[in-house]
């Protein structure tokens, strides 16, 4: 269903209308955010009717969801999408507009209020202002955005000045395990297969060492600081 949004969206140039009933997945989440951002860039007013229905939750949540307008034929949210590009006046109200169908209604309740509606006219739009993130609704919290960061950035000084990966072993599956007796042989052995591979570079003194160095992972395991040891 993106890809149809996509090729609609395309197809009519520079002005006309799209409108589907179609998937409501793109309207909440970060999985959708490309795509409220492309309606934000593309069109002069976009009109969305929420008619609920997502089937995949639980408890109250599903219950708040109400039933499916397409009955049992669909468990996902479903919308109804009106994008249109060109030809608004002065007459014509720009912007995003939406409207929640509602909670906790059957499908015949909503069927009932689509009939009531009429028409777009009908609907009782509330127009949103997206954020910079594109959320439309459930707009995130955006204090997030205005706390420090840990690490120093380009453009201001973080908590901490110095800042690493910290203790990597870059061979973690060697170098941890819950038995001592194990971890000191997969170890040991590992460090007799280095050892070995250092004579045979002093011995060979080949030009590339990623070429040189034995690949099998079974014995030892490569990263490239071990290799710049070696």
Known sequence: YIRALRWASDR?????????????????????????????????????????????GSGDIRKREGGGVFNQASRVPVTVLM????????????????????????????????????????????????????????????????????????IEDGIFKIDSNGLVTNRDAWAYNSSQGVLLAKMGSMIDVFNSEVERYRKDNPSSVDDFVIGDEAKISWSDGLKKDL
């Open 12 to 56: 009519i140039g520079d002005s006309g209308i799209v409108c589907f009933v179609t998937n409501g997945g793109w309207l909440r989440g970060g999985t959708g955010q490309g795509i409220r951002a492309s309606f934000e860039e593309e069109f002069d007013a976009v009109y969305v009717l929420d008619l609920r229905g997502n089937a995949n």
């Open 83 to 154: 994008l249109i590009k060109g030809g608004v006046d002065k007459r014509t109200a720009r912007g995003i507009f939406y409207h929640d169908i509602g909670d906790y209604l059957s499908r015949e309740d909503k069927l009932e209020q689509l009939v009531q509606f009429n028409s777009t006219v009908g609907v009782p739009w509330t127009r949103i202002e997206p954020n910079e993130q594109h959320d439309w609704v459930n707009q995130r919290d955006q204090s997030w955005y205005v706390l420090k960061s840990l690490t120093a950035t380009e």
